[in-house]
């Protein structure tokens, strides 16, 4: 039987091991790990200087997982993300020569500055773990995730990323500026050394195979599964909104549920699992309509009301 204490464990330390670096966010720092758990890929959309590089090196050095980082530029070529096969004198033939999505956690960084073309780089990794190049299909290694950021406010130069791409990332997060009590803190903890340097692994990829393999087995009632499909479906047909939830993001709800359910020590997803992330799964795949947008209203202040709307299974059928 799977000891999902075991896994509550190996991810609080995970979470510990993180918040060495990056001070008062560790709600950010939890969905991130519990997407890379689901088999999801994170969007970090925030202004320059909150740390979203930093929490991408964190996590990545946490599980003692490779990593690697892409500039998306406007001049950047897809052959740069996936790879190429190169002419080599010695044997007389081409080989394949990895480009930088091949690390378990790639960050693709102002993923929004490159060219729509170069942004579809990403979608065969992201989708099928894989890249293929002049026809040959090579896999990505395990745990792979891709961790996006974008400056929502600087648009000049700027290929918003189309709904097919950001229907490909599992949750859509804001780092958000730290507290007064955390800035200090960072002041403190930054100001005279760099403690990623310092920050030593307290997980291996396997082990992180692991536990991804562990948070599927999570039990996910009936009467759960309705209620994600009700909450979707509510997106689609409520007249505020242009363009809804698609079943991709239904898959995602449940995924990301299980992974939340055993990161909290259970081998059973509740309500509260579900509801908690409603907001970063679904907001970045719902488009309000023109007249919701011209009211104020934003994705996240539609969800939240959306919730109280439809019903949640009692406990005894959940």
Known sequence: MTDFNHFKSAFESIVGNVEKTIQGKEEIVRLALVSLLAEGHVLLEDVPGVGKTMLAKSLAKSLGCSWSRIQFTPDLLPSDVTGVNVWNQQV????????????????????????????????????????????????????????????????????????????????????????????LEILDTHGERFPLEELQAVAEAESVISLIKMAREVHVAQSLKRYIVDLTEATREHPSVHLGASP???????????????????????????????????????????????????????????????????????
């Open 92 to 183: 007389g033939d081409f080989r394949f020569k990895a480009g930088a999505v091949f690390a378990n956690i790639c960050l693709a960084d102002e993923v929004n500055r490159a060219s729509p073309k170069t942004q579809a780089a990403l979608l065969e990794s992201m989708e099928e773990r894989q890249v293929t190049v002049d026809g040959v299909t090579h896999r990505l290694d395990e745990p792979f995730m891709v961790i996006a950021t974008q400056n929502p406010v600087e648009h000049e130069g700027t290929y918003p990323l189309p709904e097919s791409q950001l229907d490909r990332f599992m949750m859509r997060l804001s780092m958000g500026y730290p507290s007064r009590a955390a800035e």
């Open 248 to 318: 991709r993001a239904s898959l995602y709800l449940l995924k990301a549920s299980r992974a939340q359910a055993a990161s909290r020590g259970r081998d059973y997803v509740v309500p509260d699992d579900i509801k908690d992330l409603v907001v970063p799964v679904l907001s970045h795949r719902i488009l309000l309509s023109a007249e919701t947008q011209l009211h104020g209203s934003t994705s996240q202040d539609f969800l939240d009301a959306l919730m109280d709307r439809v019903p949640v299974p009692a406990r005894e059928q959940a």
